[in-house]
């Protein structure tokens, strides 16, 4: 049989299966499809199969919610928000379509209405765990960081391995400026996974913050010596040795952060501290002037370009920076404009 004498074959097939009311049994069939390829990572081949479904059955919330959760795996949130709103339409009670949606929505930027999403999801389907990992992110993201420890407990009461947890637990901490509490939820997040980069990472920077600059530089080196591009941790090691005054270092991991990504202002504006403190007052102007091309509004940026142009005795140059810092809010820079070099 030839290809078109096929497509023929097969078209009768399923208009006749239409007539005689399969229609429902094919969608549910397409359905599968879409589950089986969702759990693949095949999210534009559940699309599609979906959309084949649902021509066959537009009340099939099966594969909505599929569609939608696709969606989400190709980051097309708001479509799939659209989605899930016809499952939820269609099953007022369904509590994967409200997690989902949840998910979007905190994807979106729009933690009120995720928290709305995942309360209601909680409400049906109490002991899930995720559902209480996700509200966590999104009272995180309101800054209700209490809410949001409280939220990674109920994970971790049903999970206790569950390494995010502890790892978005600890972040929720050091919003809270508890530094010593959110490194020991990340000890517990590294000795689940020994690998955890991200665990390390942030390990590191809490000390950064309690100014344990070697413990800091351990861990940074351990994140990049399981991902040597890793571009966060080498700037935050430069923040480490910047710490301990050892400015040359510092802008080695700099220069490495700036390679990988030429975009970082942080990475531009430490770079410019650490040769500030060589005394290579040029080459700091340098890369304060990156820092604000980058963000206009850096009101720390102008400040210690200042201090660099002050340091070469451009002292009209200097005076400028300062004014456009205290413009900026910047409260130190008023004082340094009330200097001699400015009146």
Known sequence: MDMKATLILITVSLSLMILCGCSDVISEGLTADCQEKFELGDYKGVID??????????ENKKAYTFRGMAKIG?????????????????????KSAYSWRGYAKYKLGNNEEAITDFNQTIILDPENKINYLWRGWAQSGLGNYEEAITDFNMTIKRDP??????????????????YEGAINDYNKAIKLDPEFKSAYSWRGWAKVILGDYHGAINDYNKVIEFDP???????????????????????TDYNMAIKLNPEDKTAHFWSGQAKSG????????????????????????????????SGLRDYGGACLDWS????????????LILSEHCN
Not at 49 to 58: E, H, N, T, V
Not at 297 to 308: I, Q
Request: charge should be negative; charged fraction near 40%.
């Open 161 to 178: 391995e569950h390494k995010n947890a502890y790892l978005w637990r600890g972040l929720a901490k050091s919003g809270l400026d508890d």
């Open 49 to 58: 199969d979906c959309d084949k479904a649902l021509r066959f059955d537009p």
């Open 278 to 309: 060589l005394g290579d007052y040029e080459e700091a102007i340098t890369d304060y002037n990156m820092a604000i091309k980058l963000d206009p509004e850096d009101k720390d940026a102008y400040l210690f370009r200042g201090l660099a142009k």
């Open 229 to 251: 591009e890793y571009k966060n941790a080498y700037a935050s090691r430069g923040r480490a040795k910047y710490g301990l005054d050892d400015f040359e270092e510092a802008i």
């Open 324 to 335: 456009k810092s205290s413009e900026l809010g910047n409260d130190y820079a008023d004082e």
């Open 74 to 94: 190709l980051e097309d949130y708001e479509e799939a928000i659209s989605d899930l709103n016809k499952t939820i339409k269609l099953d007022p009670e369904h």
